[in-house]
């Protein structure tokens, strides 16, 4: 019984998996390399992408609702606490009790 995907030669390994996964036969080991890459950075933008849109939406979704007062207070006292933080390790004691 003959399968229909081609079986090609990786480093004298014939695999199925890599006729699936890279129809076009790679000359080289180095473009497999620069493709990985390729598809990494590609996944990495749409990854950043995506969290600005999700960003977006939730500033919009707490406007919607009416609680955007409320979240900006509460991002002044993380940034105060965040800030307090830093200048105390600066000094080296840490003696905030919350």
Do not use: E, H, W
């Amino acid at each position: 019984m003959q399968t229909s995907c081609r079986k090609i030669n990786i480093r004298g390994t014939r695999s199925i998996i890599a006729s699936v996964l890279f129809p076009v036969v790679l000359k080289t080991s180095l473009s497999l390399v620069f493709m990985f890459f390729a598809v990494g950075a590609f996944l990495c933008a749409l990854g950043f992408l995506s969290a600005i849109i999700v960003g977006l939406l939730d500033k919009y979704g707490v406007k919607q609702l009416g609680q955007d007062v409320s979240l900006r207070q509460d991002s002044k006292k993380l940034v105060n606490f965040i800030y307090y933080l830093l200048s105390n390790s600066t000094q080296g004691t840490n003696s905030m009790y919350i």
